[in-house]
């Protein structure tokens, strides 16, 4: 299971904005990228600027609003005849790039530890290039949770959110939550492998 199975609902309730954009002109590929340039741009303000606990409560309002961005790219590429070559490379690579630069900042809150958030970042990446991959071992593009970029979205904005609150991070539950996050998305790789091996047939 994962979130990413409720994006047919949400979609439904960003159509009509979505029919005034392309209307307006606006493309799916211009929408990837802003969705990229905010993300980059508020994880390294969060990272280097070190503003303070209250400033994740942005993490979970961006992330929110990616979801809505990342949505409405697709639907334009898909549903108003926008689709393309670049579009497809720009759609995987940024969502990597905006992933590492929003989860980078929670390295700096202990104990959460640099590394395994550097882990998580890493895994996440795999697991988008598995997904990805699909495609090209004949099968559909992989999406299986259980972390999934969407998961990973609601986990990220939740703690961002706990965090900015000023809630309490106890070491000994704390410093397996990263670990435990990176176990989740190494699952999420293999199931997106192993699917798409049983779509196909198997190996």
């Known amino acids: 299971?994962?979130?990413?199975?409720?994006?047919?609902?949400?979609?439904?309730?960003l159509r009509p904005g979505v029919r005034r954009l392309a209307e307006a002109g606006i493309t799916a590929n211009q929408v990837t990228v802003a969705a990229c340039v905010i993300s980059v741009a508020l994880g390294l303000w969060l990272f280097f600027a070190a503003p303070g606990r209250w400033a994740f409560a942005l993490v979970p309002l961006w992330m929110l609003l990616r979801m809505a961005f990342n949505a409405i790219d697709g639907m334009l590429a898909r549903e108003h005849g926008q689709q393309s070559r670049l579009g497809a490379f720009l759609n995987e690579l940024t969502d990597v790039v905006s992933d590492a630069a929003l989860y980078a900042p929670f390295a700096l809150i202990e104990p959460l530890g640099a590394f395994w958030v550097g882990a998580l970042i890493v895994g996440a990446g795999l697991s988008?290039?598995?997904?990805?991959?699909g495609p090209t071992v004949g099968a559909s593009r992989r999406y299986d949770g259980p972390l999934g970029k969407s998961d990973r979205a609601f986990v990220f904005g939740a703690l961002g959110l706990y965090i900015a609150l000023g809630?309490?991070?106890p070491p000994g539950i704390a410093a397996w939550l990263m670990p435990l996050l990176t176990a989740l998305v190494a699952w999420t790789t293999v199931n997106r492998v192993r699917r798409a091996l049983a779509e196909t047939g198997g190996a």
């Open 1 to 13: 299971m994962s979130i990413y199975a409720l994006k047919p609902r949400f979609q439904a309730l």
């Open 128 to 133: 988008e290039f598995a997904g990805a991959l």
């Open 167 to 169: 809630g309490p991070l």
